[in-house]
């Protein structure tokens, strides 16, 4: 089970980006800074919505740089201002999905990029235990 944070204003939207990822995605919604932080830690991929943000997804791709340089951050949105996804990709944007034009792909990044996530993971893990056996 991949645990993603959807960060957005609207616990609605929830629903619809579990249809759209299907099965196997643990999706918690916050929307609160300190929620957000608490959350890093726990979750393989941060998904913004930018719909329901606007320029406040600039603090979320932030905080999620500032806990890991490792972690993805995904936003999606429909008619978002070109100026904020620029200034979001600057910060660390992974990748932003327009709703509008075509969403049908978001499965599969989202499962690609999870599971690079999980390879880098598996081997500092294996780098760690190495070094650890070799003291």
């Excluded at 991929?45 to 943000?53: A, E, M």
């Excluded at 075509?102 to 598996?122: A, G, W």
Aim: glycine share 6%; charged share 30%; aromatic share 6%.
């Amino acid at each position: 089970m991949v645990n993603i944070l959807f960060v957005t204003h609207e616990e609605k939207r929830k629903d619809f980006l579990g249809n759209i990822l299907g099965p196997g995605y643990f999706i918690v919604t916050c929307d609160g800074e300190k929620k957000i932080e608490g959350l890093l830690p726990l979750v393989d991929l941060v998904i913004v919505d930018f719909s329901s943000l606007g320029w406040e997804s600039l603090k979320v791709i932030s905080l999620a740089r500032k806990s890991s340089h490792l972690i993805d951050v995904f936003g999606i949105g429909k008619e978002v201002n070109k100026e904020i996804i620029k200034a979001a990709q600057e910060r660390g944007l992974s990748e932003y999905i327009d709703v509008d034009k075509d969403i049908s792909f978001l499965p599969k990044l989202v499962k690609d990029k999870v599971e690079k996530q999980i390879l880098i993971s598996k081997i500092e893990e294996k780098k760690i235990s190495e070094n650890l056996s070799l003291s």
